[in-house]
């Protein structure tokens, strides 16, 4: 047993906060351990806790690590594991694994020819760069055999690194209909790839594959960390691919490190994206030893709700059968199956139950609407605007994808890592008079000044910018004065003497900007004032570095919380919805063909309608109190067949398991 110190601030009881099952697991003393347990169990919960007993039993914040789904999760798990046991939790390192791998390459990236400060490359970047190669190779498309699109390319290329395949053999086994331009393609691919290194950039892949090369290399590398981290826990293990599992691996390589895994391998929902349920079978064969709990009582769902969600998941066979027990006493309403006439219709009905849920108290973050594809929420979206509803949205065009966020970015992007192509083309393209051609050039002889800079001053990072540029990089004459200025700015944002924190560089970077947005978009008020909010958003991050990965790094799922309102209704996707819950729940849209999607109606794999399955089962669970489960009979949305049955999720619901409602 682990020696309990004093100086904790605050033990909690764990024995009266937790089930005997999930105390099992937060105490256990085996090096490996896995908890596999139903949706609403207390996996998180149990996860939480077992940092705050290895804190409370002398283990120092800063040796554990702490992997979650979204940086938020980790945030939200920290801030309760401080307080259970006090600021000792600050230590900690906890968020994705993207964070994590940006954290240690931060630090380490050099050893893989990097130089220091890489950017990171937004999913914005990497389209645009894909479409500039997809052009430079393929010229005019052929109309009888259409080259496939930059972001298919981008999606075969992700799926390689995640599973650790070949992009050839990632090509022959997913995407065998493009095989025909498979040299073309691989040329592609590899252009991207070097160019991505030129401009001393990562993208969000390149953050995992870098990270595990990085360790695979370097042992002093992996040895630092794996002695470094006694403790590493990992939720929602479900959805690890190949190369996260990988990583879990190689930071488990210390004689003494520990892991800690939960999961539900009915709520693996991320397979398209590389995720292997496998993990979670093979826990035992990979982690010699381990310690498997289950936890078998559900503390989410009033039991008409848990009933529900039993009878979407027994649809598809199971290797680990869970039968959860509620905790909860029953509610008085069953869920509700609402079959709207049309998709107005749909959308009225779930504005208006809204609406009578706020007037009787209930706050808009105890209420979501889910969906399986963003589009589905178009019509919620604008009934809930008319009826005055205030709602948060975690898709669509987000904060930092917005064009004006990414056009001051840039400008810190560049000093940060002057190597940044996409970086400086986004501002070559803000001044006037400069094109394609002339941006290329402008590129081509700002590198050479950059090398010059680095052979002459090694180690020193450019601060003059003018006396460097001015001359070595030729602009139109139309350019010349905003083109100054910018290396002005550029020259003002690393002063000799001191540091200039994130947020003064976002102002100084304004003031050359905002003629430009004056110009450029309409409403440039309420442009200036998200800068602002950004400024302000940020104001504690006090490093350049910090602050890019913050940007960059921010999941989906996390970028709302930037945003931030508090009591707002949630609109999300359900893939986005992951480990969350709310009282109450609408799942909208589930017409046969929408959810399930058609492309799976009609696969001759079995296992994407068992994808599908999952997903419903994820939707379900994250409802506390009350659940809708509404579809429009007459979708307006859909151009090939207007009339939508109900999903198989629905019908083969029993129907004594829900009343049927009225839009
Ligand atoms: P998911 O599979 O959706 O990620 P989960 O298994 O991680 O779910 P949690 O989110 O940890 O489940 O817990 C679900 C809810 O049940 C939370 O509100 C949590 O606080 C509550 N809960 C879990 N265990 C207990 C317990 N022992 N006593 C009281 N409440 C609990
Ligand atoms: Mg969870």
């Given at each position: 047993?682990?020696?309990?110190?004093?100086?904790?601030?605050?033990?909690?009881?764990?024995?009266?906060?937790?089930?005997?099952?999930?105390?099992?697991?937060?105490?256990?003393?085996?090096?490996?351990?896995?908890?596999?347990?139903?949706?609403?169990?207390?996996?998180?919960?149990?996860?939480?806790?077992?940092?705050?007993?290895?804190?409370?039993?002398?283990?120092?914040?800063?040796?554990?690590?702490?992997?979650?789904?979204?940086?938020?999760?980790?945030?939200?798990?920290?801030?309760?594991?401080?307080?259970?046991?006090?600021?000792?939790?600050?230590?900690?390192?906890?968020?994705?694994?993207?964070?994590?791998?940006?954290?240690?390459?931060?630090?380490?990236?050099?050893?893989?020819?990097?130089?220091?400060?890489?950017?990171?490359?937004?999913?914005?970047?990497?389209?645009?760069?894909?479409?500039?190669?997809?052009?430079?190779?393929?010229?005019?498309?052929?109309?009888?055999?259409?080259?496939?699109?930059?972001?298919?390319?981008?999606?075969?290329?992700?799926?390689?690194?995640?599973?650790?395949?070949?992009?050839?053999?990632?090509?022959?086994?997913?995407?065998?209909?493009?095989?025909?331009?498979?040299?073309?393609?691989?040329?592609?691919?590899?252009d991207y790839t070097s160019r991505k290194r030129e401009a001393n950039t990562m993208d969000f892949d390149d953050l995992l594959a870098?990270?595990?090369?990085?360790?695979?290399?370097?042992?002093?590398?992996?040895?630092?960390?794996?002695?470094?981290?006694?403790?590493?826990?990992?939720?929602?293990?479900?959805?690890?691919?190949?190369?996260?599992?990988?990583?879990?691996?190689?930071?488990?390589?210390?004689?003494?490190?520990?892991?800690?895994?939960?999961?539900?391998?009915?709520?693996?929902?991320?397979?398209?994206?590389?995720?292997?349920?496998?993990?979670?079978?093979?826990?035992?064969?990979?982690?010699?030893?381990?310690?498997?709990?289950?936890?078998?009582?559900?503390?989410?769902?009033?039991?008409?709700?848990?009933?529900?969600?039993?009878?979407a998941i027994a649809r598809n066979e199971r290797r680990y059968v869970k039968t959860l027990r509620p905790a909860r006493p029953p509610?008085?309403?069953?869920?509700?199956?609402?079959?709207?006439?049309?998709?107005?219709?749909?959308?009225?009905?779930?504005?208006?139950?809204?609406?009578?849920?706020?007037?009787?108290?209930?706050?808009g973050r105890e209420i979501a609407v889910l969906y399986r594809a963003h589009f589905h929420c178009l019509d919620v979206q604008m009934?809930?605007?008319?009826?005055?509803?205030?709602?948060?949205?975690?898709?669509?065009?987000?904060?930092?994808?917005?064009?004006?966020?990414?056009?001051?970015?840039?400008?810190?992007?560049?000093?940060?890592?002057?190597?940044?192509?996409?970086?400086?083309?986004?501002?070559?393209?803000?001044?006037?008079?400069?094109?394609?051609?002339?941006?290329?050039?402008?590129?081509?002889?700002?590198?050479?000044?950059?090398?010059?800079?680095?052979?002459?001053?090694?180690?020193?990072?450019?601060?003059?910018?003018?006396?460097?540029?001015?001359?070595?990089?030729?602009?139109?004459?139309?350019?010349?004065?905003?083109?100054?200025?910018?290396?002005?700015?550029?020259?003002?944002?690393?002063?000799?003497?001191?540091?200039?924190?994130?947020?003064?560089?976002?102002?100084?970077?304004?003031?050359?900007?905002?003629?430009?947005?004056?110009?450029?978009?309409?409403?440039?008020?309420?442009?200036?004032?998200?800068?602002?909010?950004?400024?302000?958003?940020?104001?504690?991050?006090?490093?350049?570095?910090?602050?890019?990965?913050?940007?960059?790094?921010?999941?989906?799922?996390?970028?709302?919380?930037?945003?931030?309102?508090?009591?707002?209704?949630?609109?999300?996707?359900?893939?986005?919805?992951?480990?969350?819950?709310?009282?109450?729940?609408?799942?909208?849209?589930?017409?046969?063909?929408?959810?399930?999607?058609?492309?799976?109606?009609?696969?001759?794999?079995?296992?994407?309608?068992?994808?599908?399955?999952?997903?419903?089962?994820?939707?379900?669970?994250?409802?506390?109190?009350?659940?809708?489960?509404?579809?429009?009979?007459?979708?307006?949305?859909?151009?090939?067949?207007?009339?939508?049955?109900?999903?198989?999720?629905?019908?083969?619901?029993?129907?004594?398991?829900?009343?049927?409602?009225?839009?």
């Open positions: 047993m682990l020696p309990q110190l004093p100086s904790i601030a605050h033990v909690p009881d764990f024995a009266a906060e937790l089930n005997e099952q999930q105390l099992a697991a937060v105490t256990t003393e085996a090096r490996f351990s896995l908890v596999i347990a139903g949706a609403g169990s207390g996996k998180t919960r149990t996860l939480t806790y077992r940092v705050a007993w290895l804190l409370a039993h002398g283990v120092p914040g800063w040796r554990v690590l702490l992997l979650t789904f979204t940086n938020k999760a980790a945030r939200e798990m920290l801030e309760r594991v401080r307080k259970l046991v006090g600021p000792e939790a600050g230590d900690i390192w906890g968020g994705t694994f993207h964070s994590i791998a940006n954290r240690i390459l931060r630090r380490h990236a050099p050893l893989l020819g990097y130089r220091p400060g890489f950017s990171i490359m937004d999913t914005d970047d990497q389209k645009a760069l894909i479409r500039n190669l997809v052009k430079k190779h393929i010229g005019k498309q052929s109309k009888t055999s259409p080259f496939p699109k930059g972001d298919t390319l981008l999606s075969l290329l992700s799926l390689a690194v995640n599973t650790m395949r070949p992009p050839e053999q990632t090509l022959r086994e997913d995407f065998p209909q493009l095989l025909k331009h498979e040299d073309t393609i691989l040329k592609i691919i590899a870098n990270l595990h090369l990085l360790l695979e290399k370097h042992s002093e590398v992996r040895e630092l960390y794996s002695r470094r981290f006694l403790h590493v826990l990992v939720d929602e293990y479900q959805d690890t691919n190949a190369l996260q599992d990988r990583i879990i691996k190689q930071l488990c390589t210390g004689e003494s490190t520990g892991l800690m895994a939960v999961g539900d391998d009915a709520q693996s929902i991320y397979s398209w994206r590389g995720a292997q349920v496998d993990h979670i079978f093979e826990f035992t064969k990979n982690f010699p030893g381990a310690d498997v709990f289950k936890i078998e009582t559900n503390y989410r769902s009033v039991p008409a709700i848990l009933d529900i969600s039993n009878a509610g008085n309403e069953l869920p509700t199956v609402v079959p709207a006439p049309d998709n107005h219709t749909e959308a009225q009905f779930v504005a208006h139950t809204i609406r009578q849920l706020l007037d009787s108290g209930m706050k009934e809930l605007t008319r009826q005055h509803i205030p709602f948060r949205i975690t898709s669509g065009l987000r904060f930092f994808e917005q064009a004006h966020v990414k056009d001051v970015i840039a400008y810190l992007r560049l000093l940060a890592n002057p190597y940044d192509e996409m970086a400086f083309r986004r501002i070559a393209a803000m001044l006037p008079r400069v094109g394609e051609a002339s941006g290329s050039k402008m590129w081509q002889t700002w590198t050479q000044a950059l090398k010059k800079h680095e052979t002459e001053c090694p180690d020193e990072p450019v601060r003059d910018f003018g006396g460097l540029m001015l001359p070595a990089v030729k602009v139109p004459p139309a350019a010349q004065a905003s083109w100054s200025s910018f290396l002005a700015t550029m020259s003002s944002l690393r002063p000799a003497d001191h540091e200039l924190t994130p947020a003064e560089m976002i102002s100084r970077v304004l003031l050359d900007t905002e003629a430009y947005f004056t110009v450029h978009y309409e409403n440039y008020e309420e442009r200036l004032e998200d800068i602002e909010q950004l400024s302000r958003s940020m104001s504690d991050t006090e490093s350049l570095d910090d602050f890019l990965a913050q940007v960059a790094l921010l999941s989906e799922a996390d970028r709302d919380h930037v945003e931030g309102n508090d009591d707002c209704v949630t609109l999300s996707t359900i893939h986005q919805a992951k480990g969350l819950e709310w009282k109450v729940v609408f799942i909208i849209f589930l017409g046969e063909g929408m959810f399930p999607h058609s492309r799976t109606i009609y696969s001759s794999d079995p296992r994407e309608m068992e994808e599908e399955t999952r997903l419903f089962y994820v939707a379900v669970t994250r409802a506390q109190d009350l659940l809708f489960l509404s579809y429009p009979r007459y979708n307006g949305h859909n151009p090939d067949s207007h009339f939508c049955p109900p999903s198989q999720f629905l019908t083969s619901l029993p129907p004594e398991l829900y009343e049927l409602g009225e839009a």
